[in-house]
């Protein structure tokens, strides 16, 4: 199956698709939970897609009331924003090498990005950047590697073996776009955790989303003042 720019196979409309649009309205209301955001504080989105495929590819963009205070940022181009809802700001660039200066935003929020961006290194340096930026706090979410069934795929428990066995079962099964490091790099709360720390990120917890009791995707929340 083809994957879209959401990196995903699963097909708009289906089951697996609505169960993503929940667990992103838990997320975006657990980022406005976890800030005071005041009307003139500026928000950026790191990793906003191109794809159009469900509504809530770009859900903050989607959800956010106050347009104006949006700058959304991606590697493909996701200029139908700026048209799409008037008043937001968009920029084409990696997050791992955003080009604005230091504590230029009061909050960053990224949501399902950190997983594709390769090695753990790369991961680090992700959220170093995201954490450069901003000037109050950052919220990144990820993929719980520990859940039953990871999402891109839609396959059960095959991602709980070592990443190389796993790996190397996705080519069999005809998933070669996610058995590279730099499209699918699942995270635990241990390694997010780490990621975290070693990016120099302040005070900070891990929290997450669940469905039936088990969490499905996990949140880092990072305050600076």
Known sequence: MPVNA??????????????????????????????????????LDVGATSDRSYDHSNYVEAW??????????????????????PGLVFVRADGRRLPFKDGSFDFVHSSAVIEHVGSFESQCAF?????????????VTTPNRWYPVEFHTVLPLLHWLPKRIYRRILVGLGHGFFATEENLNLMSRGTLSKAASSAGAGRFSIKSVALVGLPTNLLLVAHKC
Not at 9 to 30: C, D, H, N, T, Y
Not at 35 to 41: E, G, L, M, S, Y
Not at 127 to 139: C, D, H, N, P, S
Request: charged share 25%; hydrophobic share 45%.
């Open 6 to 43: 959401q990196y995903s196979i699963v097909r708009p409309g289906s089951i697996a698709s609505e169960i993503s649009a929940l667990q992103r309205r838990k997320m975006f209301a657990a980022f406005l939970r976890s800030f005071t955001i005041a009307d003139t504080d500026t928000i």
């Open 127 to 139: 959220l170093k950047e995201l954490w450069r930026v901003a000037r109050k706090g950052i919220f």
């Open 64 to 85: 956010y009331e106050r347009k104006s205070a949006l700058t959304a940022v991606g590697i493909d181009d996701a200029g139908f924003l700026v048209a799409e809802y």
